[in-house]
């Protein structure tokens, strides 16, 4: 009988030198790529001590504060955060029966869950304007809180920096309509001598607090913000600060059907593009961005987007949202 020559198991000395010698190798590599990769990448953002004073904490997340440490961009921790809210907004928006921007110049300080409405004898709410009107009208709204404002450049007077967009849903609550969110952007400059030179910008959403079972203020559900630095380092000047900005914050594109009531002054008219349905262009700021310096824009003011054309490749968030998405 043949026996056969014993085998023993496992590798031989050479087939684990040459597997260590590979390891080596691979792992050296990443180890070059991952140097490379880190080197090339703007250095951690610093924080910097925000003045916002206790009337905006207040309004904005609810606390007693006069400073906010926000990170100075590129942010890509408030990158993260600005993903997140991103699709948070998608979702909201898609199920919403109606979305409104209304523009400001300070603080928003009203966040309803409910706004009185009787579809019987109030007016339909098919614009932003008379979604103004009526909460005006209806929920002693003051007028000075939001904007009597219809695009960029219509009016002669200066873009509003800051914006809420009230998203509204189906309504359980008879004679009211239901508020599923606010999203509140703010753009904040700081020039002063004893300030952080540079500009302060957020995007903060409002819903109802996860326990709650009836109509209540909106409350602070997340968001994120940022600290640009100027463009233009240590500015001297009011006209070296002007280059910086970030706006408009959205673009209202009305009905077509519209342009049968020709308005004053003309240039209004040339935002009735929609065939059906009316919708916005709305951008946020952009935490990667490193400043927020201007664009050139050399269109013409008759072309509906030279009221924009220097937001373009300006933010990775920009949004196009019906108005009435539900419909």
């Known amino acids: 009988m043949n026996r056969r020559a014993h085998q023993p198991g496992g590798f031989t000395s050479v087939e684990l030198l040459l597997v260590l010698a590979l390891s080596a190798v691979i792992l050296g590599g990443a180890v070059v790529c991952y140097g490379t990769i880190v080197r090339s990448m703007p250095s951690v953002s610093s924080m910097v001590a925000v003045p916002l004073g206790t009337a905006r904490t207040q309004a904005f997340y609810g606390t007693l504060s006069n400073t906010v440490d926000v990170g100075m961009a ?3 921790g408030a990158l993260s955060l600005a993903e997140e809210l991103r699709e948070q907004f998608l979702a909201d928006t898609l199920s919403a029966t109606a979305v409104f921007c209304l523009p400001r110049d300070g603080i928003n300080t009203w966040k309803p869950s409910l706004i009185a409405y009787n579809p019987i004898t109030d007016d339909e709410l098919d614009t932003p304007q008379k979604f103004r009107t009526h909460i005006i009208a209806h929920a002693s709204v003051s007028s000075s809180l939001f904007r009597d404002y219809r695009n960029p450049l219509n009016d002669g007077t200066a873009v509003p920096q800051n914006t809420s967009i009230f998203v509204l849903g189906y309504s359980k609550y008879s004679g009211y309509l239901k508020v599923n969110a606010i999203y509140d952007i703010d753009i904040i400059r700081f020039t002063g001598v004893t300030e952080p030179n540079g500009t302060y910008a957020s995007v903060k959403r409002y819903a109802d607090a996860a326990a709650a079972i009836s109509a209540s203020t909106l409350t602070y559900m997340g968001g994120y913000e940022v600290f640009f630095p100027p463009s233009i380092p240590n500015p001297t000047s009011a006209s070296q600060w002007s280059t910086d900005g970030f706006a408009p914050l959205f673009v209202t594109f009305e009905r077509a059907s519209r342009l049968a009531l020709r308005e004053t002054p003309t240039t209004i008219d040339r935002f009735k593009r929609a065939y059906e349905r009316p919708f916005y262009f709305i951008w946020w700021p952009d ?6 310096g201007a ?11 030279q009221a924009y054309n220097q937001m373009a490749g300006r933010s990775a968030f920009m949004f196009t949202v019906p108005m009435f998405p539900a419909l």
């Open 295 to 305: 664009v050139a824009n050399t269109l013409a003011s008759t072309d509906p987007r």
């Open 287 to 292: 935490p990667a961005a490193r400043h927020l």
């Open 74 to 76: 590129p942010q890509y």
